[in-house]
């Protein structure tokens, strides 16, 4: 646990983190406010707070703020932020930073921000390279969920097509292609993304409009100490997830689901990212890809788990289920969402082919979907928070 510093102010900062968390305390006159609340916000724009931090308000009743200076007061609240931050940062290490490429922010070279927790060839190393490279890369309101999507396109520029490239870790550029990696920069928050747990499967949504020839991809790796894609030395490697998309284009928003194949026992250290708008050294200008929604499937408990059959497909935000099965030729699905006990806390019939939310007011657990298809029992457990 990182130490808590207190600057005298009502105020608490954890420093450094990933993201950035501040705890702040303010005074809210409510008679009915009895104990401690927290809320998470983050991408405030009032004056004095700060974009890209993400903050923890601890509202506290009239007597509790007057003492608050008090010594026992502030070993208190020291020890609820160290919990919260600690049950934020267990949550955060089971899936990637910013999967929906809903939070972006700008950088040094050129207009174009970068999606937070990701990197381009725009901060790329070494710095002289990286200002030349063309903007391979944007945010697309054309999204599968949420506001934004993340967009790729490859550009030829000096005689070189740059492929349309995206990073959780940080990119090495080079005149020659040949000589570029994607690497896990130990050393710099910014560039890695800590893992420590052993996922099943990767999954996401896309879209694409390759040229002849040409087609995205998407490469990940588990591995410890610092690693790259490619590599000469993959002894540090835990296992990978490599996946080439068809060659031809894919209008609407598709499901992909990439296994990882493990090379070795033990837990991974961190997990490095790459995907692109084309093949690699060999990608064509013009192609272009979309990319949303990533997400880690586990069947260790960890988070959200993907038991049975791949055409049942259930996704969570908040307390929004979306249910998707794959089955065109199939309408009326009795679908059922059950509580740990056995006990249903939702029935309704969907139809097959397309998305399905349904909205549920039921308690953080978690709770099996099963959705009966042609004598065929499908399941999915989700995590509910």
Known sequence: MKQINYNGKNEWKLAPATPPLRFHSFHRKDKKMNNFAFSLRSHYTQKGILPNIQY???????KMQDNLNSGKMKRILLSLTALVFLAFCLNAQTQFENPGFEEWEAIDYGPIPEPVNWSSVRTALPDNLAKLAPPVWDSSSDAHSGNYSLYLVNI????????????????????NPNKGFSYTDTHDGKYNTPLTHRPDSLTGWY????????????????????????????????????????????ETWTRFSIPFHYLKEGNPEYILTIVTAGNGVSAIAD??????DLKLIYNDGTDINEITANDLNVYVNHKILTVFLDDA???????????????????????????????????????IVVANVEGKVLTHKVLIR
């Open 56 to 62: 923890i308000f601890i509202n506290l009743p009239d």
């Open 156 to 175: 030829s520029t000096f005689g070189i097509v740059a492929t349309g490239t995206m990073t959780n870790g940080r990119l090495f550029a080079d005149l």
């Open 207 to 250: 879209k694409c409009n390759p040229k002849p020839g040409d087609f995205p991809t998407v490469k990940v790796i588990l591995h410890t100490d610092s690693s790259s894609i490619p590599v000469t030395d993959s002894t540090n490697w835990i296992a990978y997830a490599f996946h080439n998309f068809p060659g031809t284009p894919v």
């Open 287 to 292: 192609s272009e890809a979309w990319y949303d």
């Open 329 to 367: 030729h199939r309408t009326n699905v009795r679908l059922q969402v059950l509580d740990i006990t056995g006990r249903p806390v939702h029935v309704s019939h969907i139809s097959t082919g397309i998305q399905n939310r349904i909205n549920l007011d039921v308690p953080t657990g978690i709770y």
